[in-house]
């Protein structure tokens, strides 16, 4: 079987729908008679160099102009089943909703696999052509707007869950000690934050949870320069006096990634809204078997077997109370590679199902 993955992002680009898109299209490789391609942007043109799968970075802008070289392609390399990504930070034009229709006017089977809600008209245009749509969160129908309601009326929806995204990295005692040691003292609370800068991620309980505790931050994630929220939090930290307890590693590759995750105390993940029930950046941290603390509106309290605290968003106390009774708290952590076999055998289930009507 010959699949095609189109995404507008791919590693070494900074988008964590890119970053599914590479553990689908390894575990898919992985498969039996599998031949996986993904089509990209050409921006990871560096992926090409170091992947197991075909990497094909040919899209310039995103924009109507880029069908016409998708289109020859598709005609050459004769996919039997092509699977859009959506959304992710590399589209940056008009293409991604015209991508199902010139998939259908080609004659080839489209599948789609919306990661979050989407909203406006371009969910009646993505719709056009579209044979299944595969969906990675279970409550993904009630959060869209009516409008994409509407539009997925007669469009069959399964919801496939996801697994982490980042490695697991199993460390010994003495590796974790000669790593935490380069960033905190041995009765320091070390904490690790990942994922984007933004106003949703609660970057400024952050902030507060180190003034009220003394406590050493990680903070792996780029402040870009130009960027007034981005500044404005780094002029906090200074006007704070706690320019020393942060560290801002900047973007770190999946290995780097992991391991300074898997030496902290506890991952602090407040978002502003409440966290939704699956998110990559929860479950990457979960990977580590490290302890993580983050928000919600629908969950509260610690979970004993995720080892995970769900405080009340923007409660920068009831954080602190649970970073200071489970920080450090372990538990085992299993590679991930299992249930991304699963998922890619969930996927081709779905793929010869569409070829063989």
């Not at 034009?93 to 909203?119: A, D, M, S």
């Not at 869209?144 to 929806?157: C, D, E, Q, R, S």
């Not at 130009?226 to 780094?234: C, F």
Request: hydrophobic content about 45%; proline content about 5%.
């Amino acid at each position: 079987m010959r699949v095609l993955l189109i995404t507008g992002s791919y590693p070494p680009m900074k988008c964590g729908v890119g970053a599914y898109t590479k553990s689908l299209a390894l575990a898919l490789t992985e498969c039996e008679g599998v031949n996986v391609s993904v089509l990209t942007d050409v921006r990871a043109v560096d992926a090409a160099a170091r992947s197991g799968v075909n990497i094909l970075t040919i899209v310039r802008s995103w924009a109507i102009t880029d069908m016409f070289r998708i289109a020859k392609y598709i005609k050459r390399s004769n996919p039997d089943i092509i699977h859009i990504q959506y959304p992710t930070q590399g589209y940056s034009g008009r293409l991604p909703g015209f991508l199902p229709l010139l998939i259908w006017l080609l004659g080839k089977p489209c599948v789609q696999t919306w990661h979050e809600p989407v909203f406006g008209r371009i969910s009646k245009l993505m719709v056009v052509g579209l044979r299944l749509l595969i969906t990675v969160r279970e409550e993904f129908m009630a959060d869209n707007p009516v409008p994409t309601k509407m539009a997925l009326k007669h469009t069959k929806i399964i919801w496939i869950p996801a697994a982490s995204i980042l490695p697991t990295v199993i460390l010994s005692n003495e590796d974790r000690a000669k790593f935490r040691q380069q960033y905190a003292s041995k009765s320091d609370t070390l904490l690790s934050y990942y994922g984007f800068v933004a106003p949703l991620k609660g970057i400024e309980i952050l902030l507060e949870i180190v003034v009220k505790t003394n406590a050493r931050l990680l903070m792996a994630c780029d402040f870009m320069p130009g960027n007034d929220y981005h500044q404005s939090l780094l002029d906090k930290i200074k006007s704070l006096g706690i320019s020393s307890r942060i560290t801002i590693m900047g973007f770190l590759p999946e290995d780097q990634l992991a391991s300074t995750l898997a030496v902290s105390d506890a991952v602090v993940l407040p978002f502003r809204d409440g966290a939704a029930r699956w998110n990559t950046s929860i479950d990457g941290a979960l990977a580590q078997g490290v302890f993580v603390v983050t928000t919600s509106v629908t969950t509260s309290g610690y979970n004993k077997d995720k080892n995970i605290y769900f405080a009340r968003p923007g409660d920068t106390d009831e954080m602190i109370a649970a970073i200071q009774k489970y920080a450090g708290y372990r538990i085992a952590c299993k590679q991930s590679t299992l249930e991304w076999k699963s998922i890619a055998e969930r996927h081709l289930n779905v793929y010869r199902q569409l070829i063989t009507r």
